[in-house]
């Protein structure tokens, strides 16, 4: 390989990262990424790790709120209270 093929190629990388930096910038612009201009604040991390924490256990959470709609299907009424018949006056006497 002769040094103008070398010099050829390191022009093309160059352009090349150029470019990769000019669609960061613009992505950074449309704020869909954070880049040189732009700091995210708070803390980005523990943002992070929160939508990773939603990934691995969104099927957790399915089931949860599967169980919950379980429990809110229609039951049978209760058994009526099993003390005295209000019908029959006081000291549940007929």
């Not at 201009?37 to 957790?60: D, M, V, Y």
Request: net charge positive; charged share 30%.
């Amino acid at each position: 390989m002769g040094p103008l093929k070398i010099t050829i190629a390191g022009v093309a990388v160059l352009f090349g990262l150029y470019g990769l930096d000019r669609v960061a910038l613009w992505a950074e612009r449309r704020r869909w990424i954070f880049y040189r201009r732009s700091k995210p604040t708070g803390n980005s991390l523990g943002h992070g790790a929160l939508e990773l924490q939603k990934i691995f256990e969104s099927g957790k959470a399915t089931h949860v709120i599967e169980a919950k709609q379980d429990r809110n299907k229609e039951r049978p009424d209760p058994e009526p209270y099993p003390g005295p018949d209000p019908r029959s006056g006081p000291g549940g006497r007929a």
